[in-house]
């Protein structure tokens, strides 16, 4: 673990999300349409503008980009923005350093299935998913939603 890790990981367990994507893509050639999934990992943070100095940070660490949230537009709101790593190796990399964490945290389940999915995925890149893979994938991504869901307070 770098320097500074362990102050990350607690800000990925308070204000972090670490999840993987399904994108449903269609695309058509010679009249007629192609649907495919794919799946992304995905991890980020969200703060308001004035604190924004510690999306640089992770950025710095793990790469990923900074962007504006305009999609907060109630009045009374302050700016947003948010920073997202999305490659497989750095997703992986976080996953690895969350799922050690001591702090008791329900994203400690998400970061292993994070990073299950990133390991079984990265050697692989881009390379076309077989049937067995595309139901692997969705294995992953339903997983990862269960872990992510919000099941109450539980006192």
């Known amino acids: 673990m770098?320097?500074?890790?362990?102050?990350?990981?607690?800000?990925?367990?308070?204000?972090?999300?670490?999840?993987?994507?399904?994108q449903k893509l269609a695309r058509r050639?010679?009249?007629?349409?192609?649907?495919?999934?794919?799946?992304?990992?995905?991890?980020?943070v969200t703060q308001r503008v004035d604190g924004q100095n510690?999306?640089?940070?992770?950025?710095?660490r793990f790469g990923g980009y900074i962007s504006k949230n305009?999609?907060?537009?109630?009045?009374?709101?302050?700016?947003?923005?948010?920073?997202?790593?999305?490659s497989h190796r750095a997703c992986r990399e976080i996953a690895s350093l969350v799922?050690?964490?001591s702090i008791p945290s329900p994203k400690i389940e998400a970061a292993r299935?994070?990073?299950?999915?990133?390991?079984?995925?990265?050697?692989?890149?881009?390379?076309k998913l077989g049937d067995i893979g595309r139901r692997?994938?969705?294995n992953f991504w339903e997983d990862i939603r269960r872990a992510n869901a919000f099941h109450g307070v539980t006192n």
Request: charged fraction near 25%; hydrophobic fraction near 35%; charge should be positive.
């Open 2 to 22: 770098k320097k500074g890790d362990a102050e990350l990981v607690g800000f990925l367990l308070a204000d972090g999300c670490l999840t993987i994507i399904r």
């Open 29 to 44: 050639y010679k009249e007629k349409t192609y649907h495919s999934v794919s799946y992304i990992p995905k991890v980020n």
């Open 54 to 60: 510690i999306l640089f940070r992770f950025q710095k």
């Open 70 to 86: 305009s999609s907060i537009t109630k009045r009374g709101s302050r700016p947003t923005k948010y920073w997202v790593a999305s």
């Open 99 to 101: 799922k050690r964490s």
């Open 113 to 127: 299935i994070l990073y299950k999915f990133c390991s079984w995925r990265f050697p692989k890149k881009s390379a």
């Open 136 to 138: 692997q994938a969705q």
